[in-house]
């Protein structure tokens, strides 16, 4: 079974919001920094935010700062990614992911998304902005 199911996608006007929410199973989420990202038809995968809630690391992308929260739920094993006033350019499949937590070989999220490495992936969940 899929180990982080998503929930939330759908077709929203440019200025709209949309709540993205992604459950996992199987394992405990508070032991894991998580992360979500997007890939744009005929683009590469990219990271648009990562919270690692032990060391106190979050990050998002430029383009949406001040547009996206990043956030969980551990008693509901949940992650979430809040998405306000949606832009055409944020149009794409979201995946959630998620990181466990290490002994400190390596802090998860420290610097930039680039410092988040994914352990689980959730299936996609499309995002459509359009007028």
């Known amino acids: 079974q899929l180990q982080l199911e998503e929930f939330g996608g759908g077709l929203v006007q440019p200025g709209g919001s949309l709540r993205l929410s992604c459950a996992a199973s199987r394992f405990r989420l508070a032991s894991f920094s998580i992360g979500w990202f997007r890939q744009a038809p005929g683009k590469e995968r990219e990271g648009v935010a990562c919270?690692?809630?032990?060391?106190?690391?979050?990050h998002y992308i430029d383009s949406v700062k001040g547009r996206f929260t990043i956030s969980r739920d551990n008693a509901e094993n949940t992650m979430y990614l809040q998405m306000d006033n949606l832009k055409p350019e944020d149009a794409a499949v979201y995946y959630c992911?998620?990181?466990?937590?290490?002994?400190?070989?390596?802090?998860?999220?420290?610097?930039?998304?680039?410092?988040?490495?994914?352990?689980?992936w959730g299936q996609g969940t499309q995002v459509t902005v359009s007028s």
């Open positions: 992911a998620a990181e466990a937590y290490g002994l400190g070989t390596r802090t998860s999220c420290r610097s930039g998304i680039s410092d988040f490495k994914a352990d689980y």
């Open positions: 919270l690692n809630s032990r060391d106190g690391y979050i």
